[in-house]
């Protein structure tokens, strides 16, 4: 399939100086993704927020990252988004070890009296 191309040149964003000039494929784009990929970035977003939660030294980073999840598991509470019922209950899952052990630590800290 032939596609029109589209000269651009390249420039440097510190300098302005002009580097190249290349040619590209003008091709059509389809931003929308499929209902899996959505699923999956849901779950694998929620799932690196709780290995940040369970490496936070601190208070603020633990409640930061734990409102993450709960960013990930309200998004996926819209209905006709294409989130099915797996990703919804591996959502939930993922916010109830989040919600243990944000309790946790929080409860060291307090019985510690020193920010874990």
Do not use: C, W
């Not at 290349?22 to 389809?30: G, I, Q």
């Not at 490496?55 to 996926?76: D, K, P, T």
């Amino acid at each position: 399939m032939n596609q029109p191309l589209r000269r651009a040149t390249l420039r440097d964003d510190v300098t302005g100086a002009e580097n190249k000039t290349t040619d590209h494929e003008v091709s059509e784009r389809h931003p929308l993704m499929s209902e899996t990929d959505i699923n999956n970035i849901l779950v694998n977003g929620a799932m690196i927020s709780l290995a940040k939660l369970k490496r936070a030294q601190s208070f603020n980073a633990r409640i930061y990252y734990y409102a993450e999840i709960g960013v990930y598991l309200e998004v996926s509470l819209s209905r006709g988004a294409g989130i099915t019922d797996a990703t919804l209950e591996a959502l939930e899952r993922i916010h109830q070890e989040a919600t243990r052990i944000h309790m946790d630590a929080s409860k060291m800290t307090r019985q510690s009296g020193v920010d874990v």
